[in-house]
């Protein structure tokens, strides 16, 4: 009955959008008008085919055409009609979401003259563009030395990149960007980050929607970012490429064993092979690609000791130091993945169309530990598997109306620990972690950290469009998603001080040391949106509906925070979305838009510490929030598009975003020394700024082409940390809220790209990116002085990424030899900084006299074996981003 009653307000919200269905999803549309050369007048009945496909429309009385559901790629447009010469456009590129205007006129028909063939170029500036959108296709990916979705967006304007290198869209968390594949969620509902990778090589469009955007995307405060796989064509199309390289760098000061050249240090094998099916080329194809990576890393340790030594340090005068390790050097920060794909396109009528997408992800890593960086075997690897599966059916109902039926299967399991049985004899005693500081190096024992996630989603969507007339294209949508989030983590417990942990044991479920949860919360939607189309004016207007149940319990006394709980309370959600876009010029167009989005909180913070574990007087537990509210922003828009010659355009954006209801944690005292913390809905965020783009365009008779994005905005918001949000429940006292610079807030990001070359010869391209440095808090430990949370800015950023490559024509065969470089002035990037001095290259610690004992104890006794200086432990090159890296390699396609 719960489940049934919950479900009564969404089911008629469904009904509701039933009764107005028109729905869109991953495609775009070809549109234009046909006149007579001669006499500038409309011509009738002009039959236009999309080549090698069954897409097609006729004109109209008025000489217009429409075609919709055109899957995004480069196409050729054949124009023909009685008494006219038959005409051939070529390179008429589509975008998903966007309408490709293609007019042209056509001269009386002529004895025995061939198809006239033209070229089409891509539009600079898009006069339906009503937000911020930018769409990369494969043949911008592949000419730019780029590896990842992330390294594509980074050269995004408005998109900066934090110090762990995740991404933020305009201000925004990163945890709040939606990712999907083929207009399907791949969202980890545990965090929200991507279930599975793709590799660039399967990559059709990429496609990232920042700011505002339409009624049909929801669950995002940022942006969308939506990945079109590729298909399988007509004819067979293959690759095959190796490379391999390593970090060449002069930083030796700073990366133990980085002049060690080795040039299989780091390397990527990939495939790619798509076309007909054997015997049913008319009506199935597939496509197949892979990608296998392997790296060493640039982080090493020294294996000086192992984790079964223990260490003895209570008397000063004879340190007991047991290091039986063989000196061996270690890469501390390696990786291996594998991500495959694979999709099969079945077209058994010229009105149905069925996609089978498969999307595997394995991968393997560890983050390099500098407290075990002589005793690396004792740090814990990482391990990712995911997969999506995905069944489209896409049914063309006319010329005008079409529907698509999706449905996915998503997965991802991660864990992490040193040894996969928990109970494994290797792991030591807490005792094993014994050091004469803190402010030095382990001297064995091991990490004995344990977890393992299993998130699952399964996802239904029902999609329609409807071109009702040539000005109204409707669109309406619903989609289902159910979770299942599984979820175990724990510490290992062993003392040789304990009877009870004598042995490598795992805790109990009642002790805070183990948590361990089953959840499965449901998520619905549906919107309708109205695309209006004028020559003089573009409209999107759509409204959306959310439905959130985290299925789960909170408490609803903050006194009593581990005692009775009730059901959370379903969340309901109605945005309106608004995009307008009209010209100025011929070539100039402005656009305004506007917008109410919401997002849930990652679920993990829901479900923290379910059972409610508590020890009021030893610590400060934290508790989730199942009843926690949906984030909230809303968000303005305005810019102006302007193209200034054939290949030549800027963009300009203005943006203004009101975030509120932002996770946050609230320190509660109930009285005395009771204290704990709980996830509230209490943080705020403002950020606003403009963002300006410059793009030349490469053509055959210019070789040179660029790109140059900037973006100035300032992201500001409560003071987020736990102690900025207080309540004294015994005095009634709350904390004063304080607004500061957030954590990633980036005043000013610079990015470039330029590209040179011939095609089918060579190309040289280059990707330059200038940020100014991130926040971060100063604090001087001496006199125990805080400063305002973010008032100190880090250093600033400069890197710069090269590929070239040349090519040679065999026969059928196209070879390719490249190099890529990444970091290639070998630039010193910090990514953390000390907090006493705002750099990563020193701190004040070794003047406080930290780490003094191990000094002291090595300048009276000598060099002594798993000794290090305070000055070795200060070093950490984990502060600083990557080195040069070289690699060099070669493809080969057909």
Do not use: C
Request: glycine share 8%; aromatic share 12%; no cysteine.
């Amino acid at each position: 009955m719960r489940l049934t009653s919950r479900l009564f307000f969404p089911l008629l919200i469904l009904v509701f959008f039933i009764s107005n269905l028109s729905f869109g999803g991953n495609t775009g549309k070809i549109a234009g008008r046909v006149t007579d050369h001669e006499t500038r007048e409309a011509i009738i009945g002009v039959t236009v085919l999309i080549e090698g496909t069954t897409l097609g429309a006729a004109t109209d009385i008025n000489g217009y055409y429409m075609i919709n559901n055109v899957p995004p790629g480069s196409y050729s447009l054949i124009f023909s009609g009685v008494g006219y010469q038959r005409k051939k456009v070529s390179n008429v590129k589509v975008s998903v979401d966007f309408t490709t205007k293609q007019n042209i006129d056509m001269r009386s028909e002529a004895i025995n003259v061939e198809t006239v063939v033209v070229e089409a170029d891509a539009p600079l500036v898009r006069q339906d563009l009503t937000s911020s959108h930018t769409t990369v296709d494969a043949s911008v990916i592949e000419a730019l030395p780029v590896e990842s979705i992330s390294q594509i967006l980074s050269t995004q304007a408005g998109i900066t990149t934090g110090s762990g290198g995740e991404l933020h869209i305009r201000g925004g968390r990163s945890t709040e960007i939606a990712y999907s594949i083929n207009g399907i969620s791949i969202a980890n509902p545990f965090d929200n980050s991507q279930m599975v990778s793709i590799a660039t090589n399967a990559i059709q469009e990429l496609s990232v929607v920042s700011g505002t955007f339409n009624a049909e995307y929801g669950n995002s405060l940022s942006g969308i970012v939506n990945t079109i796989t590729k298909e399988g064509g007509d004819k067979y199309k293959g690759m095959i490429s190796f490379y391999t390289g390593d970090y060449v760098s002069t930083r030796d000061d700073k990366f133990f064993n980085i002049d060690d050249i080795d040039p299989l240090n780091s390397s990527v094998s990939e495939l790619t092979l798509g076309g007909p099916i054997p015997g049913l080329g008319q009506y199935a194809r597939f496509f197949l690609s892979g990608r296998y990576g392997y790296s060493k890393g640039y982080l090493y340790g020294i294996r000086e000791f192992n984790p079964t030594d223990i260490s003895y340090f209570d008397n000063p005068n004879k340190w007991e130091i047991s290091a039986t390790g063989d000196g061996a050097i270690v890469p501390m920060n390696r990786s291996r993945s594998l991500n495959t794909t694979g999709k099969l396109t079945i077209r058994p009528t010229g009105m149905f169309k069925i996609n089978y997408d498969i999307i595997l992800s394995n991968g393997r890593s560890q983050s390099y530990s500098h407290t075990f960086k002589y005793n690396p075997d004792a740090n814990p690897t990482d391990y990712s598997n995911g997969a999506v599966h995905t069944l489209e059916i896409t049914h063309t109902l006319s010329n005008s109306t079409f529907y698509t039926l999706r449905g996915s299967l998503g997965s991802e399991t991660n864990k992490s620990y040193l040894y996969e049985d928990p109970i494994d004899q290797r792991y030591q005693a807490s005792q094993h972690l014994n050091r004469p500081t803190s402010s030095t190096f382990y001297f064995g024992g091991t990490s004995n950290g344990y977890s393992k996630t299993i998130a699952t989603s399964i996802t239904g969507k029902f999609d329609i469009t409807s071109q009702i007339s040539n000005q109204h294209e409707l669109k309406a949508g619903l989609e289902v998603r159910t979770h299942k989030l599984d979820y175990d983590a724990f510490s290992v417990l062993r003392d040789t001080a304990d009877r009870r942990y004598l042995n490598p044991t795992i805790p109990d479920l009642s002790s805070p040391y183990h948590d361990a949860y089953l959840r499965k919360p449901i998520q619905f939607a549906a919107y309708v949106q109205d695309k209006i189309e004028y020559e003089n004016v573009v409209m999107n207007f759509g409204v959306r509906y959310d439905f959130f149940d985290s299925q789960f319990e909170y408490a609803p006394d903050v006194f009593k925070p581990d005692g009775s709980r009730l059901e959370a309370e379903p969340k309901h959600q109605i945005s309106p979305r608004l995009g307008v876009s009209f010209p100025i010029t011929d070539k100039g167009i402005i656009h305004f838009s506007y917008g109410h989005f919401f997002q849930m909180p990652t679920f993990r913070n829901l479900y923290t510490n379910p059972e409610f574990e508590t020890n009021l007087y030893s610590d400060q537990p934290i508790f989730g929030n199942a009843n926690l509210n949906p984030e909230k922003n809303i968000s303005y828009e305005i810019g102006l598009q302007q193209q200034m010659t054939d290949d030549l355009a800027f963009n300009v954006t203005g943006f203004y975003k009101d975030v509120r209801n932002l996770l946050a944690l609230e320190v509660t005292r109930i009285s005395g020394e009771k204290v704990y913390q709980r996830y509230v809905n209490k943080d705020y965020g403002n950020i606003k700024g403009i963002t300006f783009s410059l793009t030349k365009r490469r053509t055959k008779t210019d070789m040179l082409g660029f790109t140059i994005d900037y973006t100035f905005q300032t992201a500001e918001g409560n003071d987020n940390n736990a102690d900025a949000f207080f309540l004294d429940l015994s005095s009634g006292r709350e904390s004063e809220k304080q607004v500061v610079y957030l954590g990633w807030d980036q005043s000013h990001t610079l990015n470039g790209t330029i590209q040179l070359g011939v095609q089918d010869d060579w190309n040289a391209s280059l990707i330059g990116r200038l940020a100014t440095g991130l926040p971060y808090t100063p604090f001087v430990t001496e006199n125990s002085i805080g400063m305002k949370t973010n008032s100190g800015r880090k250093p600033a950023q400069l890197s710069a990424d090269l590929l070239f490559e040349k090519e040679f024509l065999v026969w059928d065969y196209r070879i390719s030899f490249f190099m890529k470089v990444f970091n290639l002035f070998d630039n010193l990037n910090e990514r953390l900084v000390y907090s006493d001095t705002g750099t990563a290259t020193y701190t004040l610690a070794e003047i406080r006299g930290e780490g003094k004992v191990v000094d002291n104890y090595i300048k009276n006794k000598g060099e002594t074996k798993g000794l290090h200086s305070t000055a070795d432990y200060f070093n950490r090159p984990h502060y600083y981003a990557a080195p040069r890296q070289i690699r060099v390699g070669f493809s080969l396609s057909f």
